[in-house]
């Protein structure tokens, strides 16, 4: 070593290990943005593909392309067999197909030359049999075989890179591909769909614009659901959670505390169309004789007998909010009683050695405390009322002005064959309840971050 280079050395600053870790980090972000890059690419053209596919023009006399078997002809097959063997076949098919992902899911991940073969073989050759027995395709291997080799490659490709090692990635995404490939079939795709089915007429074929969503705000059966909707995501939270508190708080290491939790608890138990049946004979409107309660107490004070599901404006809605408020309670009282109970003993304690009376305890220590439950029974009981259907097709059937969004969103598909209206009702059905989640996800992770 000569006299320049121990001088160069000696002058040239030491690299710690932070310095190392620095510059291997800053190298696995640059590696991480290129990955990021070229799988969005890929993904891209991979949905191109798919889209091209699936939206050419059908071939006259052309042939299916498949294996020579498919999901269709298995379903098929199944059908003829004698129904006593056609549940063991399901069950045997099932613990197949789950058995030999568990399989790769242990296997695959190993490291050695054989695993590394064994991966790069499943990326290309399972998205292959996936499409080729989801549907056979005409005239589409090209496009088959293409988007089989774009996820493939990317998927081995990342994996590859994975920070984690080789193996990682892929035993994530095969890990959860059945449940990704189940949401994207069962509700991604049917939402994208419904979305698209809103701006065509009733039979879906002739685009109209905004049309749909013109009817339901100004249509009388469009927009009485609309209002209707609003005042039950209203109305029905907000005094479910509030006699649901009351019960928590007042029975709350009462005596007899269990048998009264359960009868209170009884009505969520109950179906809402058996809860609409029991209601519908409490509002029961003849002449004569009474069967309904309501009736029976106006009659013996002389009264003629009301017909009071077809009080309009609002006051049937309203007495249809009653059956939900009834149903929903229990499970609110629930909830916040186990919230109540987990608020400390000493802080109450304290506010009453402070002076605060028991009204100043609840509202100052007790709410506070259990503030997150009681977003999350709100935004629960709201989310079913936007979704009610039962009690409101039991009880009026839509008539009256009682309709809400759920109801009107099917009756106008099954009963008047109005595609187009329906999606619209289902679309705005989605936009009001996207807040009220978001709301919740929110509030769950504050409190997370408190905790």
Request: with cysteine.
């Amino acid at each position: 070593m000569t006299d320049t280079t121990k001088v160069a050395e000696a002058t040239e600053p030491a690299r710690t290990g932070t310095d190392y870790s620095d510059e291997k980090e800053a190298g696995f972000s640059k590696r991480r943005r290129l990955t990021i890059i070229v799988t969005t690419i890929g993904f891209i053209l991979v949905v191109a593909l798919f889209l091209f596919m699936v939206t050419r023009p059908p071939v006259e006399d052309a042939r299916p392309t498949s294996l020579g078997f498919s999901l269709n002809s298995f379903f098929r097959w199944l059908g003829d067999l004698n129904p006593l063997l056609q549940i063991p076949v399901v069950l045997i098919v099932f613990f197949a197909v789950v058995g030999l992902i568990l399989l790769l899911i242990e296997y695959a991940p190993r490291p050695g030359k054989f695993y590394f073969w064994l991966r790069l073989a499943t990326c290309f050759l399972l998205p292959v049999l996936a499409f080729m027995l989801l549907r056979p395709y005409q005239n589409a291997v090209v496009y088959v075989l293409g988007i089989a080799v774009l996820l493939g490659a990317l998927l081995f490709w990342a994996d590859y890179r994975a920070r984690e090692g080789a193996g990682h990635l892929y035993q994530l995404i095969l890990f959860s591909a059945p449940a990704a490939i189940l949401l994207l079939i069962g509700l991604v795709y049917p939402a994208v769909s419904t979305f698209i089915q809103s701006f065509f007429d009733k039979t879906g074929q002739e685009f109209v614009g905004m049309e749909n969503y013109i009817w339901v705000f100004t249509n009388p059966q469009g927009f009485w659901s609309v209002i209707n909707s609003i005042i039950w995501v209203i109305v029905a939270p907000t005094f479910a959670t509030i006699i649901g508190l009351a019960y928590a708080v007042f029975i709350d290491r009462a005596r007899g505390e269990k048998a009264l939790k359960v009868l209170i608890f009884m009505p969520f138990a109950i179906s809402f169309v058996g809860a609409g049946i029991i209601w519908g004979f409490m509002y029961d409107y003849r002449q004569g004789d009474q069967v309904g309660l309501l009736n029976a107490i106006v009659t013996a004070f002389g009264l003629p007998p009301v017909s009071w599901l077809t009080i309009t404006p609002l006051v049937n809605t309203l007495l249809l909010l009653v059956v939900f408020i009834w149903s929903q309670t229990g499970l609110a009282m629930v909830i916040l009683s186990a919230a109540v109970k987990a608020v400390p003993t000493e802080q109450i304690e304290a506010a009453a050695l402070d002076g605060a009376s028991a009204w100043q305890r609840f509202r100052n220590v007790t709410v506070p405390g259990i503030r997150s439950s009681i977003v999350v029974v709100f935004t629960t009981i709201a989310i079913g009322a936007l979704k009610i259907y039962d009690i409101v097709a039991v009880m009026t059937g839509g008539r009256n002005d009682t309709s809400v969004l759920a109801f009107e969103m099917v009756n106008q598909q099954q009963r008047f064959q109005s595609y187009g209206h329906s999606a619209a009702l289902a679309v705005v059905l989605f936009i009001f309840v996207v807040p009220l989640i978001v709301f919740n996800v929110v509030q769950i992770r504050k409190q997370r971050e408190i905790r």
